[in-house]
């Protein structure tokens, strides 16, 4: 009696995808760089140029690469020179006083500042993992997806692929890595298919101790609020709670090219981030994306592939739109709708069900968590069957 190739690996059975190698990820990319001797104003001009958040810095006469160049560190070294120490203190609400204080100081302070953001030619060289939140990483083309994701379940952003020497192939980050997973998720294994089904409430993602700013809060307590918590973005609420706009790390580089914006609230920030980026690519740009508890994970990585975010809000309705709507508990949701199917882009083979309507959240919810990239690799790392990180899953065939 024959058996199914699937029953034997290396007989025609689809290779996990955690078993592909980095450098089949990053083929043809062009990588974009930046010279160690660059001010930080044409660094950032750069990451505003090529809509990215980290470069990796080339040393032209050692012809090496002397570390990455991430928002974060700019973020870090604007609070240093603004005479805070970031998130040095990590028990209290000093650091965030400080910068507060900084906020509202002088015109003249602001003057100050725009020539310390180096109008005078500061090297970016000097802020190269300055905040310590995404250092120059580096693995090789062999390397296996199962050791990057182990690597981005810890909090690291992207890696360098290198060539040979000291060349880069290119660099892999948790989008193009989240992407490659959701594009081949039809052929999830059943663990990752049960994770992906699974509620955000159940996965412990609706922690209610989401960091947040208002509206009218300053610039630089934002800054110092992403640096102590060591997060990528924060979530703007109003007075009660709810979710009017998102501050990202990505906004920190339009600080770089209109330093009064130093001294603006969090939302005049992320009103001029929103509009540069509209005059850029001609494309209106939504505050914020936002489910509710009741969602699955796979209709949270759908949100986040169509959208391109690198997180997304998770949102419940406030106590007395409960008490309006019947229920008290939350927990009772709208039977669901019929499936159907819908292709998530134009460019995308990959079809997804349409979800109830329960799953999107409300302008009028409360914030109650959030789902980010980070997240969800971590939680398809930990869901993983026990295999030594080391071990290269495609020599398994």
Sequence with gaps: MSSSNNDHPGLGATAHWLSIQAKDLVENQKVIQV??????????????KHNIQSVPLYDPQTKTYVGMFDLHDLATYILLKRGGGGSEDSDSDSAVHLQVAAARSSSSGLA????????????????????????????????????????????????????????????????RVIRYFFEHSDAASPGEARLLDTP????????????????TSPVVQALALLERWRISSLAIVDEDDRIVGNLSVADVKYLAKERRLVGATCMELVQAARFVQGMRDGRDRAA?????????????????????????WVTEPRHEDRLRSGSISGDLAPPPMPVRRASV????SQ?????????????????????????ILRLLTDNQPTVPPELNYASMD
């Design 35 to 48: 010279n160690s001797t660059a001010t930080i104003s044409q660094a950032c001009d750069t990451l505003i």
């Design 112 to 175: 100050r500042d725009a020539v310390m953001m180096g109008k005078k030619g500061d090297a970016v060289s000097l802020l190269s993992d300055m905040s310590h939140m995404n250092p120059f990483y580096s693995v090789l083309p062999e390397t296996t997806l199962a050791q990057v994701v182990a690597v981005f379940a810890r909090g690291t952003h992207r890696v360098a692929v290198m060539d040979g020497g000291d060349s880069i192939r290119g660099i892999l980050s948790q989008t």
């Design 200 to 215: 955000l409430r159940q996965l412990g993602l609706v922690t209610n101790d989401v960091v947040r700013v208002h509206p």
């Design 288 to 312: 914020v994306f936002s489910v509710r508890p009741e969602a699955t994970l796979r209709y949270a990585l759908t949100k986040l592939i169509a959208t391109g975010a690198h997180r997304v």
């Design 345 to 348: 882009s134009s460019t995308s």
């Design 351 to 375: 079809t997804v069900a349409i979800a109830p309507q329960h799953y999107a959240g409300s302008f009028n919810d409360k914030v109650c968590g959030v789902v980010s990239l980070t997240d």
